[in-house]
């Protein structure tokens, strides 16, 4: 009787040593399955915020244009008017610039005091 209980021992623990051998294996199988679709999301995680960087950077790039182009504009309208007013009244010119000269070194004469 006791060899018959050892053989019926013998044979659960075979029988648990195997299920532990396929709980391992459908664990790996499990976890591989997990990984993979980790970096897959990752994957498209990753292409969808290349995605709206670069239309982010399109935008970024037609607004600083458009931008430098206004700026440029106003730049190019102001010396335009300063040319203008120089042709008209050379003298005033020559003076006004004189006189800011004057204030500008009497600040910056101060400062080095």
């Not at 209980?5 to 976890?31: A, F, G, H, P, Y």
């Not at 995605?51 to 206004?70: I, P, V």
């Not at 730049?75 to 003076?95: F, H, M, Q």
Request: aromatic fraction near 4%; avoid cysteine; proline fraction near 1%.
């Amino acid at each position: 009787m006791a060899t018959e209980r050892t053989k019926e021992i013998n044979r659960e623990v075979e029988q648990l040593k195997n299920d532990i051998r396929k709980l391992r294996s459908d664990l790996t199988e499990m976890l591989g399955s997990v990984g993979g679709y980790s970096q897959e999301k990752v994957m498209r995680s990753r292409n969808k915020l290349k995605e709206a960087m670069a239309d982010l950077e399109g935008r970024t790039k037609e607004r600083f244009d458009h931008a430098q182009k206004a700026v440029r504009e106003h730049g190019d309208e102001a010396l335009n008017t300063s040319r203008k007013y120089i042709e008209k009244k050379p003298l005033a010119s020559v003076l006004i610039s004189f006189a800011v000269g004057i204030v500008v070194a009497g600040i910056l004469g101060r400062r080095s005091s």
